[in-house]
Every structure is written in C-alpha cells, then in structure tokens.
C-alpha cells in the first residue's frame, strides 16, 4: 500500500463550486505539505502543518485553505473554484528530523 | 525570498549520452535535494546533501552540493529511456524548515 495518498486522483468542476482535496499518510510523520505544480513553474507551497494543531501559509494560500483533522489527514479546500486553479496538486510528509518529503501520486484538478 | 533557478528547462538527448543539470541561488541552503518526476506520478527522492563540497552518487546519478553552498549539480551517466521526466532541485530554506524548488528539468531519452 502507499505511504502517501491522495483523493480524488483525478476531478474536473465549475468555476465557483467548492472543492475538497484529501491526504492520508501511514509514514507516522508530523510534517505535512500541499503544493501545487504549474508547467514551467515547479512546485509551490500552498499550506503546511508542522503537527495538528498546526497550520501555516505558504507562498500561494490565497483562495485555498487547509484542515489538520489528524496525524495522518490533511485536506485542501478551494472555497470558491476559479480556473486559474487548474493544476496538478501534491500533498507530502516528511518527518521531524529529516529535511526529505515525501510526495503523494497527485490530483489533476480541472476548473472550468 | 530564497528563490533556486534550475537549468535547462528541458533536454533531449540520444540514449547513452551523459545528461547535467544544475540549480542555482542568491541565498544559502544547508541541505540540497534532487527529485525525479514521472508522468503521472508525484516526485520521489534521488539523492539528499547534507554538507557544502559533498558528491554523493545513486547508481549513474552523481550529485553535487556547491562550495558556496549557493548551488548543486546533477549528472546522469550513460542515460535509458526510463531516465525521462522531470528533475528538480530543492533546498532547505532557513526560514521555516520548508523546502524550496526549482522549476524543474525535462528529460527526454531517445532510444
């Protein structure tokens, strides 16, 4: 099984519906990361959570917000979908100690 | 803030032939990290550098954490058509504990 997963894998919507993406981990790790992938633009950092009760903003949070609802779960939402949201979106893990991520399959997310 | 610019932006090239790829920065990074993305798969870790002049190989990847500790290098040997995808850097910000990454190079292999 993987380590890292990520649902739904694939999902076209409307502009202005609200969109939930999710991530689970089995790693055991605290750390937890949502990017995002442009072509030409590599990845960025939406929001990351360094144990539950914490959430912070990365370089790209506007229009996006995020929920730690445990250890191993971590969802991104799009409140309000616009199509400049279309991209590929990752989640990772990485663990305290340790500066390496480890990245989930990928949502391919379609705003039209 | 810390920003890495990696080079090429894509490369084809024949099967056998030896690929390099670099990233660079204004700022200093403590640890430097090589990933690889295949179609349709989330980047998976090739090679992590911990210490300023260290060259640590993975198979026919070779890695390379710059002096200045404001660079690194990637080189592939000898490349096969399973090479193809996307490379990216990534280094260690100081501020924060998060991971910044380069724009990605795309590889493609010709049989």
């Known amino acids: 099984d993987a380590d890292v997963t990520q649902t739904p894998r694939n999902r076209i919507t409307k502009t202005g519906k609200r969109i939930m993406l999710e991530c689970s981990q089995t790693k055991g790790h605290d750390r937890m990361y949502w990017y995002r992938q442009d072509p030409g633009l590599g990845l960025r950092l939406i929001y990351y959570?360094?144990?539950?009760?914490?959430?912070n903003k990365g370089e790209i949070s506007d229009g996006y917000s995020v929920s730690r609802q445990a250890q191993a779960k971590f969802s991104l939402s799009l409140e309000s979908a616009i199509p400049n949201q279309t991209a590929l979106y990752f989640c990772?893990?990485?663990?305290?100690?340790?500066?390496?991520?480890?990245f989930g399959p990928g949502t391919r997310l379609t705003v039209l | 803030g810390q920003q890495l610019n990696q080079s090429p932006q894509s490369m084809f090239i024949q099967e056998g032939e030896d690929v390099s790829m670099n990233c660079t920065s204004s700022s200093i990074f403590n640890t430097w990290l090589w990933y690889k993305q295949d179609p349709g798969e989330g980047p998976v870790l090739l090679i992590a550098l911990y210490k300023a002049g260290e060259l640590t190989s993975n198979g026919r990847l070779t890695a390379q954490f710059g002096i200045t500790r404001k660079d690194s290098f990637l080189n592939i040997s000898a490349s096969i058509p399973s090479d193809v995808g996307i490379y990216f850097c990534a280094g260690l910000s100081n501020q924060g504990g998060k991971l910044i990454f380069g724009q990605g190079t795309e590889l493609s292999v010709k049989p």
């Open positions: 990772a893990t990485s663990d305290l100690h340790e500066a390496s991520q480890f």
């Open positions: 959570s360094f144990d539950v009760k914490d959430i």
